[in-house]
């Protein structure tokens, strides 16, 4: 049964804070907790079976920060990063995976430097890996401003 049909038919539940349970096991401050999924993806997948086993239905990918610009130190493309992130979620035996999308990590114009089209190409970018990758579901969270939520909405489209 695919998502859709899924939600028409019954509710779905969602897993917990993955930020939260990664500094229970020791990431250190100013690590980026989306590595883990390819540095110790048995740690990040570990994580999303207890929630699987606590009867979560939809499971969110480790990807919270995955863009270029909180990726731009990495040795790790947003393609591999997302791409590793998915297929930690779906080890996990979760019945549906959520692409998770946070905040770019920069201002949008005119409050910061970020151009709303650069913000867009920054979440096309997640989309376009979670698609591929076989993300069944888009989640964006903890986006506080609109602008920015509206270039996220429509690079989701």
């Given amino acids: 049964m ?36 390819i540095s110790d993806p048995e740690l990040v997948t570990g994580i999303h079976r207890q929630y699987v086993a606590a009867g979560s239905h939809i499971v969110t990918t480790n990807t919270f920060g995955a863009n270029r610009y909180k990726l731009h130190d990495s040795v790790y493309t947003v393609d591999e990063v997302i791409s590793a992130a998915v297929a930690c979620t779906k080890a996990s035996g979760a019945m549906y995976t959520a692409l998770d999308m946070g905040p770019v990590g920069q201002l949008l114009e005119p409050m910061g430097s970020l151009a709303f089209e650069d913000a867009y190409d920054m979440y096309k970018e997640q989309v376009i890996a979670g698609v591929k990758a076989s993300a069944d579901v888009i989640l964006i969270e903890t986006v506080s401003d609109l602008y920015e939520a509206r270039a996220a909405i429509l690079a989701a489209k």
């Fill in 2 to 37: 695919n998502i859709l049909e899924h939600i028409q038919t019954r509710y779905l539940l969602f897993d917990g804070a993955m930020g939260t349970m990664l500094q229970t096991v020791g990431l250190q401050a100013g690590k980026l907790p989306e590595l883990l999924c």
